[in-house]
């Protein structure tokens, strides 16, 4: 049997009448990039955010290591090792590069923020900060503003401060939005280097990111699965490429 780190049962969302998210049940493999795509309206950060329990399904379970996780706090499902971006990248302009980190790292460390510690009693959370940082190519910009980086880069940034929270786990909402190409190339160098030791489920846009780094895709349409498999079989799906592709891609 398949070693799935991350399940979900029949989830479903309602809003009034409104079913934004229909019976799905994903499975994702323990160090897969599973990527999950549709068209706009398809239900996809719906389902980011019923996993990560921002949001509480109508019905069906979600399942981290075999473990029922539906309604326990977001807070909580990110101490158990399931984090997750958003699609606006989310980082403090007004700190420096390494400041960032470093108060990322400060959140693992306790359940509450110490916001009366000293300037020098965090400096120990320096080290790891810089090797997140030179992990993610950031090592020479950390005492930069963070407001300073490009847009590419402040998503490197992004990045380094989720994986000072150790995920197993990683949900990467659009990595690639609002981005050039150069940047794209290097977000998804970082993104496979990622995979090497993590599970990354991540909704994605950009079809040639998603046929170059996945190794599984579920494919929604409102709000329901209409396909599953990997990208040579998805790709080539006549209700795909109605539904999302368009004829984009053969």
Not at 7 to 31: I, Y
Not at 118 to 147: F, H, I, K, T
Not at 178 to 193: F, H
Request: hydrophobic share 45%.
């Amino acid at each position: 049997m398949a070693d799935f780190v991350l399940e979900t049962r029949n989830l479903t969302k309602s809003f009034g009448g409104f079913k934004a998210v229909s019976d799905v049940s994903l499975q994702v493999k323990r160090g897969n990039i599973h990527a999950l795509i549709g068209p706009n309206g398809a239900g996809k950060t719906t389902c980011f955010n019923l996993i990560t329990n921002f949001l509480t399904p109508t019905s069906g379970q979600i399942l981290l290591d075999g473990r029922n996780v539906t309604g326990i706090g977001a807070s909580q499902i990110a101490r158990m090792g399931m984090v997750r971006s958003f699609q606006i990248s989310a980082t403090f302009g007004s700190m420096t590069v390494l400041e960032n980190v470093r108060i990322a790292l400060q959140r693992r460390e306790v359940n509450t923020f110490n916001f009366w510690s000293s300037e020098r009693g965090l400096d120990r959370l320096n080290g790891r900060a810089m090797e997140l940082l030179d992990w993610v190519g950031l090592a020479d910009l950390a005492q930069r503003s963070a407001s300073e980086l490009s847009y590419g880069r402040r998503r490197a940034l992004e990045i380094a401060a989720t994986l000072a929270q150790e995920p197993s786990v990683l949900l990467l909402d659009e990595p690639m939005a609002g981005m050039g190409r150069e940047d794209i190339r290097t977000i998804a160098d970082l993104i496979r280097r990622i995979s090497a030791s993590r599970t990354i489920l991540m909704v994605e846009h950009n079809l040639s990111v998603v046929a170059d780094l996945s190794d599984r895709i579920t494919v929604l349409a409102r709000g329901q699965v209409l396909a599953e498999g990997v990208y040579a079989e998805v790709s080539k799906n006549p209700d795909v490429i109605d539904a999302y592709m368009g004829g984009q891609h053969a």
